[in-house]
């Protein structure tokens, strides 16, 4: 399983800050933000699913234009996986006529270009050619999931936009010999009311959750306010405690993982 970072940052400003979206072989994607603009229309109509952590805009930003932009290219539908809240926000939100039309009632070829498909923690699917995907858990602001990509050798979770929670801790450690953990950090400690407001971690509360994860794993840090991006990640790799048993550092767009 190749999996290639296309947006892992907090906002946007030219090629390296562009909004989350994480490429799976050719046919997959979790997230549709804004990241997804540095795909070529040929790789755009190869994107058969969709796994969407939660509705906030900078993750499903390139959703609507993905679908009209190749349902006339298409040979089957694009397959949008979500939680069942998630699902509701982007049909009553965007596809809904008015944002946007909805191509799950549009059959531009002889089927659907759009299908929705509910997913619940712990589901499992198969990534053809590529290997499995798990949904995890997540605490944001609106309902949320991380995900954990299986592949021939290794493993990488990604948290989603989240908070501390215990419920993401259990899953990573029930996990146990994940190599690789992408975990979001949105916000530096003078800002911590807001992260805790926002239901995102801070350069305090990321550095407390990763303490408590068993495994070895390499950490990558994700969602990085652009404004506070070097701040956020000096506060976190001044933690001598945190250094001296994790390797952490920042996620960078175009970063490629085999799994
Ligand atoms: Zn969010
Ligand atoms: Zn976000």
């Not at 805009?57 to 234009?65: E, G, L, N, Q, T």
């Not at 059959?107 to 499995?132: Q, R, T, W, Y």
């Not at 995102?200 to 652009?226: G, W």
């Not at 506060?235 to 085999?258: C, G, P, W």
Request: with cysteine; charged share 25%; proline share 2%.
């Amino acid at each position: 399983m190749q999996v290639k970072i296309l947006g892992c940052s907090g906002g946007i400003g030219g090629d390296e800050l562009q909004t989350t979206s994480i490429l799976i072989n050719e046919n997959t994607i979790i997230d549709a933000g804004t990241g997804l603009v540095s795909l070529t229309l040929e790789q755009l109509t190869r994107i058969n699913s969709i796994f969407i952590t939660h509705a906030h805009m900078d993750h499903i930003a390139s959703c609507p234009m993905l679908i009209d932009s190749t349902a006339e290219l298409r040979t089957e539908p694009l397959v949008l996986y979500a939680l069942s809240d998630t699902i509701d926000s982007i049909r009553k939100h965007i596809f809904n006529w008015e944002i946007w039309p909805d191509f799950s009632e549009i059959n531009v070829k002889e089927f659907k270009s759009l299908k929705f498909c509910k997913v619940e923690v712990g589901d499992e699917f198969e990534i053809p050619g590529a290997g499995k995907i798990i949904v995890g858990p997540a605490k944001h602001q609106i309902q949320g999931c991380s995900y954990l990509l299986i592949g021939k050798h290794d493993k990488l979770f990604f948290s989603g936009d989240t908070s501390y929670d215990k419920s993401i801790i259990e899953f990573i450690n029930h996990h146990k010999t994940i190599n690789h953990i992408i975990i979001e950090c949105a916000f530096s400690k003078k800002d911590q009311e807001l992260a805790k407001l926002s239901n995102h971690l801070d350069a305090q509360s990321v550095t407390q959750m990763i303490k408590e994860f068993d495994c070895k794993s390499k950490i990558y840090i994700t969602h990085l306010k652009p404004s506070q991006r070097d701040l956020i990640m000096d506060e976190i790799l001044e933690d001598e405690e945190l250094m001296k048993n994790y390797h952490v550092s920042r996620l960078f767009a175009y970063q490629v993982f085999t799994l």
